[in-house]
């Protein structure tokens, strides 16, 4: 449903982010990482200075030996500046529903992580946080079509053969009671990450936000609440 693919975010501001403890606090941060089990593991790491329009200092593609956090950190200890941004990429597993079946399936979906000094980019670390995750599409979290919810109901006609299928599909009151629970277990996950991250590290200030709602915390809230 290529037409409602706006992504969502995660940014998590720490309470300080010194240069001396970039790794420490990446390290911990990716310690916290729920990895697919199927595809566990960081399958790629990129260093920039300065800011995002220069190339990387150092790029590695790390699908053949998936690394964990530790080998992320060695990596990257020789790049260690306070005007850096890291960026890894990996996989977790989320529900996602096959508009074909009619079921929904859990699937590997990609995790993309950054981490900026706090003199990266002219202090970009300010709007977007220490770490910001794009967390894929936001309708994993928040359902296609505004069906879930405490006032559920398509908000817009159909705008593709697929989404038509889908609206068809989610017509049966079983499939969607099937579909609101899937959808409320990725949230839960994402919760629940987001729970181990504030334990793990010395956070001031989490948000979660995305592309297309307002405000994406309230819809995840209300999505959990319906009955």
């Known amino acids: 449903m290529a037409a409602m693919a706006n992504h969502s975010y995660l940014s998590v501001w720490c309470k300080d982010f010194p240069e001396d403890l970039i790794l420490e606090r990446l390290g911990a941060f990716l310690e916290a990482v729920p ?10 790491l990129a260093i920039r200075a300065v800011d995002a329009t220069e190339s990387p200092i150092l790029e590695q593609d790390l699908r053949a030996v998936p690394h964990d956090a530790a080998g992320i950190v060695e990596i990257a200890r020789d790049q260690v500046h306070s005007d850096c941004s890291y960026e890894v990429g990996c996989h977790w597993d989320l529900a996602v529903f096959d508009a074909v079946t009619g079921k ?25 946080g220490h770490f910001e ?10 359902g296609h079509a505004g069906l879930l ?16 299928r889908f609206l068809e599909a989610m017509a049966w009151p079983e499939n969607l009671a099937k579909y609101q629970e899937k959808t409320r277990e990725n949230i839960r996950k994402l919760l629940d990450w987001m729970r181990r991250i504030e334990s793990s590290l010395p956070v001031e200030k989490v948000r979660l936000w995305s592309e297309g709602e307002e405000n994406f915390e309230a819809r995840l809230d209300e999505i959990v609440a319906a009955r």
């Open 104 to 128: 929904s399936k859990v699937e590997p979906q990609p995790l993309e992580i950054l981490c900026r000094g706090e003199d990266y980019d002219g202090g970009f670390w300010r709007e977007s």
């Open 149 to 164: 919810g405490i006032r559920p109901g398509p908000k817009t006609p159909a705008q593709s053969p697929e989404e038509a």
């Open 133 to 142: 995750v794009n967390l894929g599409f936001e309708h994993l979290y928040t």
């Open 35 to 44: 990895f697919s089990t199927s595809r566990p593991g960081f399958t790629y």
